[in-house]
């Protein structure tokens, strides 16, 4: 059906012409990066897999009520150019995805209706007449190596353009362009920040070695980041998403690395003697919490990433490790044994008091939610159960289980609107990277990728 309409609009648009827009948006996106696949998209509608059988009430994950927003077929610029046509499809598919993803809209589409072709008063009272809110239209061309998208916003009760965004760039940045829009979207109209920007690093094991790599939130644009042909784990973003921190063993010592992505380089960070275990970053940015063992037990230290300056934060408290920042930078989650086998426990970092969260065999690593109201962590209740995902209240009076009777699950990690979850699984049988929503519903694997999967982080 949509390849039909596809047919109509090369038989009946004219060459249109694009006013200036308001906002422009140049990627270039020069990188060394090692550029693997961008084949890994997975439409939302293609979540079928099994689900959990718990479901418990994570604000995070609530419905909202949805916006009917009308989603117009993108235009090419130049009307008898089919590389124009195509690049529009391209860009329609992935804000299409996105904007279904997010669950916050019912989108109107009507592929053979004249109202694609302008956005006129005829198309605006079209849609209007459909149920629509608001209007969806863009336009897109390619010269040679560069396009140009221009993507617009229309309020339907009003009939003005309230969004109007131009992007140009090399084709590996179309992708990030469509995401981009579709967050504006998304923000312009709940008011809520979007997720289709993000990113989750993690280590892969698929060349014989475990390197760390890159992919958009829906399993699109897949990097590989080193090659180290080593032991590279748990990567941890800067507060900007600038820069990924992993453990490396590279030159034997399991020291911490920094991967800047702006300037495409890869370097030692911190190289002390024994563990350099990157945990999290502050809100600010300014200071990074981590696990050192510097000859000694594991323990929790707060560094300033610019001075380099160290902080140790436990005393006598046996092996510690796994920290993570609360939103608000004034807590700190972590993992201790000194009650016997690892259990959460929570640092204040004013009052320094410290409080234990759990009583269970196992526990491992925590994650503090963005809305600050839960911890999610892997653990198991009993010796003889597979690794699990759970979430702790910060009293610690609920602990809920997201996954049961699935294979291993591990390393859980927040997305940064708080609505999902990514965490590694064995469930199919190799450890892959899964994603689900908040209160343990709709797992699905991200990604194609061969070997085994470890430490997802995902990207502010």
Known sequence: MRQKAIQCLRTVLGD????????????S?????????????????????????????VTASKEFKKTAVALAEFLPARAVNPKDLELAEAFRGIIRADLLYSRYFDLKEEPFSPANLST????????????????????????????????????????????????QGEPRALRRAAHLFSDDVILRITGR?????????????????KEIYIVDYDGG??????????INLLPRWSQDATKIYYTTYRYGNPDMFEIDRKAGKI?????????????????DGLTMVMTLSRGDDPNIYILNVVTKKLKKMLTAFGVSSSPTYSPDGAQIAFISDRAGNPQVFVLD????????????????????????????????????????????????????????????????????????????????????????????????????????????????
């Open 193 to 209: 920040k979007g997720l289709a920007h993000s990113k989750l690093a993690f280590s892969n094991n698929s060349t014989g070695f």
């Open 29 to 57: 996106f020069l990188s060394p990066l090692i550029l693997l696949s961008s084949s890994f998209i997975l439409h939302p509608s293609s979540f079928l897999y099994a689900q959990a059988d718990v479901y418990i009430g």
């Open 120 to 167: 006129g008063a005829d198309a605006i009272k079209f849609w209007k007449t459909a149920g629509a809110a608001y209007l969806v239209s863009a336009k897109a061309s390619q010269r040679e190596s560069v396009w140009t998208f221009n993507a617009r916003l229309h309020d339907l009760g009003t009939g003005k353009i309230i969004l109007e965004k131009f992007y």
């Open 221 to 230: 644009n897949l990097l590989q980041l080193t090659d180290d042909r080593s």
């Open 16 to 27: 249109m012409f694009i006013r200036r827009p308001k906002t422009r948006i140049v990627f």
């Open 267 to 283: 370097r030692p960070f911190t190289t002390y003697q024994g563990l350099n275990i990157p945990g999290g970053f502050s809100p």
């Open 349 to 460: 970092l004013e009052t320094k008091k410290i409080r234990k969260l759990t009583r269970m065999n196992w526990c491992d690593s925590p994650n503090w939610s963005p809305s600050g109201e839960w911890i999610v962590f892997a653990g198991r209740a009993a010796s003889k159960e597979k690794l699990n995902i759970f979430l702790t209240d910060l009293t610690g009076s609920q602990i809920r289980r997201l996954t049961d009777k699935a294979g291993n699950n591990e390393d859980p990690s927040w997305s940064p609107d708080g609505r999902f979850i990514a965490f590694t699984s064995t469930r199919r049988g190799r450890r892959e990277l899964f994603v689900m929503d908040a209160d343990g519903s709709a797992p699905h694997p991200l990604t194609d990728l061969k070997g085994k999967t470890y430490t997802p982080n995902w990207s502010p």
